[in-house]
């Protein structure tokens, strides 16, 4: 199994600021990785898809790159709304989610 | 535009059955592989089980395998999770959710409300 590690596991930053979440694969993966946005009480949402492609509607403050094992998500400006928790998720195998990233405002 | 609508959920005893249901509209249901992720309170997202579009391949979490079953109606737009031998560790969200392949897993575009599934006794 494809086992999936996400970090840190939480993080607090000020509105403006860039946030960096890294996502390691257990072995090669090549691109197939997703990244979720999920806000309390809510379903998640999809924000990047393959690894760096941004679902149609999603702002482009938020981007993704990596394969094979390395992952990394980033918003390039943290706004009030983007409080929430990210995941990750491999799909070269059955999929698995990462344990998830809690995004604060500091 | 594409709705997932799930229901079943409740509280059950441990060993005990339950069955939840997802309603899909909005798009063309036998076209695309469906998923079951949950997610127990306070928890990450745990993928549970995913049918291709035509109900030829389903896949299952190693933590489901053997007690729960998916099953899909084309027919009726439906996709059913069907659980037995519920345990504890079962309670969480249930989520209905829509992939963007026909045929295996890739990335899940659209995702139901959820119901709440709780074991206890």
């Known amino acids: 199994d494809i086992q999936m590690t996400q970090s840190p596991s939480s993080l607090s930053a000020s509105v403006g600021d860039r946030v960096t979440i890294t996502c390691q694969a257990s072995?090669?993966?090549?691109?197939?990785l997703n990244w979720y946005q999920q806000k309390p009480g809510k379903a998640p949402k999809l924000l990047i898809y393959d690894a760096s492609n941004l679902e149609t509607g999603v702002p482009s403050r938020f981007s993704g790159s990596g394969s094979g094992t390395d992952f990394t998500f980033t918003i390039n400006s943290l706004q009030p709304e983007d409080i929430a928790t990210y995941y990750c998720q491999q799909y070269d195998s059955i999929p698995r989610f990462g344990p998830g990233t809690k995004v604060d405002i500091k | 535009q594409v709705q997932l609508v799930e229901s079943g959920g409740g509280v059950v005893q441990p060993g005990r059955s339950l069955r939840l249901s997802c309603a899909a509209s909005?798009?063309?249901?036998?076209?695309?592989?469906m998923h079951w992720v949950r997610q127990a309170p306070g928890k990450g997202l745990e993928w549970v089980a995913l049918?291709?579009?035509?109900?030829?391949?389903?896949y299952y979490a190693d933590s489901v395998k053997g007690r729960f079953t998916i099953s899909r109606d084309n027919s009726k737009n439906t996709v059913d999770l069907q659980m037995d031998s519920l345990r504890g560790e079962d309670t969480a969200v249930y989520y209905c959710a829509r992939d963007n392949s026909w045929y295996r897993a890739t990335y899940i575009q659209y995702w139901g409300q959820g119901t709440l599934v709780t074991v206890s006794s």
């Open positions: 909005g798009f063309t249901f036998s076209s695309y592989t």
């Open positions: 072995q090669d993966i090549n691109k197939y």
């Open positions: 049918i291709s579009h035509d109900g030829s391949n389903k």
